[in-house]
């Protein structure tokens, strides 16, 4: 298969809803997709500006300043305290990592990656763009042989899903038996809000807790697009196996997947501040609490959404009708027919809209309620 297979691009579909909401006579409020609109903070604004002498190639392989950084912030903010710079290395946002992991490892027909049941559909993608077949299981008893590659994503994009050290431990253990390299999605790991994750840090893959000793065969994937509204950086990074990262960086640099050098010195500065990160998190938190007890006053079920940017809703009935009934409100969601076969009745509202609409649609739910 090649990208020229792929199926048109699922977002297409949502313009006919776009169009009703945005006649509402007190305009759209969009919650469909997660792209932040608070500002960049002005420490990280200040260091791309600073670095903007940027005459030679970057590194693939990351600065040393980025490197430790990565390193550091691991230690200090995901249990991780072990890592060495062989352990990391930056890539260009996180979604072209997932698109092209199974490429990158090799993988091709005959070999089996699995992705969660409800997902983010590039996992999906890159499996297929690799030949390699995609399967949707979240049991790791379920994982099949043959499996070379397996995505987890804590918390869970859409719905909010977050593995306990216990769970990763055992998912841990099974890819081993299968000889498969496990990578966890990681990006909203510092949005946690229900049950343990109120009080405490949502677990990584390589906390020392789950990997046995050994951090053999398993990577973690970070983005800084969420907790420091850098999506239009394109600023991420993978770490984990050395042996494995090695491979990823050799193939790398064939490929000249290098991010630019002024956006390396911004996330190293990123890296290092935790103020902005915990100043980001309280807007999240403060339009959670309007949206939340306002979509289920109107009907729906918010299922898992313990923890990320999402609230992952239904009100039983098939998501397309659900997004009709949203858009007459003048909400634009995004239908959880997006995220794979096992969430037709499920839509996904981001948190990602100024507290003012978010407010707004709050007083529209509660207004129809049934």
Not at 320 to 330: I, K, N, T, Y
Request: charged fraction near 25%.
């Amino acid at each position: 298969m090649s990208v020229r297979d792929l199926a048109d691009y699922p977002w297409d579909a949502v313009a006919p809803f776009r169009e009703r909401a945005a006649a509402h006579p007190d305009g759209i409020v969009d919650l469909s997709i997660g792209s932040p609109i608070d500002p960049t903070p002005e420490i990280i604004r200040a260091a791309l500006a600073e670095a903007t002498d940027a005459h030679a190639y970057p590194q693939t392989v990351g600065t040393a300043e980025l490197r430790e950084a990565i390193v550091d912030w691991y230690a200090r903010r995901r249990g991780v305290p072990d890592l060495r710079p062989d352990n990391v290395l930056p890539t260009i946002g996180s979604k072209e990592l997932v698109a092209l992991l199974p490429t990158l490892l090799g993988l091709g027909p005959g070999d089996r990656v699995v992705h969660p049941r409800v997902a983010y559909p590039t996992y999906e993608v890159g499996a297929r763009v690799a030949g390699a077949t995609p399967v949707p299981a979240d049991d790791p008893a379920e994982w099949p042989e043959g499996t070379r590659l397996i995505w987890i994503n804590t918390p869970g994009n859409p719905d909010g899903r977050t593995w306990t050290r216990d769970e990763l431990a055992a998912a841990v253990r099974r890819a081993r038996e299968l000889g498969a390299v496990l990578a966890s999605d990681e990006c909203y790991a510092e949005l946690g809000w229900d049950g343990p994750w109120a009080s405490e840090p949502v677990p990584s893959v390589l906390d020392p807790r789950v990997t046995g000793g050994t951090r053999s065969g398993l990577l973690s994937v970070y983005s800084l697009s969420k907790q420091s509204n850098l999506a239009g950086y394109r600023a991420a990074f993978v770490a984990g196996c050395a042996r494995v990262v090695g491979d990823l960086l050799a193939a790398r640099k064939h490929l000249g997947l290098m991010p630019p050098a002024p956006v390396q010195h911004a996330m190293a500065v990123a890296l290092r501040d935790d103020e902005h990160v915990a100043a980001q998190k309280e807007l999240y938190r403060e339009r959670r609490a309007l949206l939340l007890p306002a979509i289920q006053a109107a009907g729906f079920r918010v299922d898992g959404s313990e923890a990320g940017l999402y609230l992952w809703a239904t009100e039983g009935r098939d998501a397309w009708e659900s997004m009709e009934r949203l858009a007459g409100l003048g909400i634009l969601g995004g239908p959880g027919a997006f995220y794979g076969d096992f969430s037709a009745e499920h839509v996904r509202l981001s948190l990602t809209a100024p507290t003012e609409r978010v407010a707004r649609a709050a007083e529209r739910l509660r207004a129809s309620t049934p």
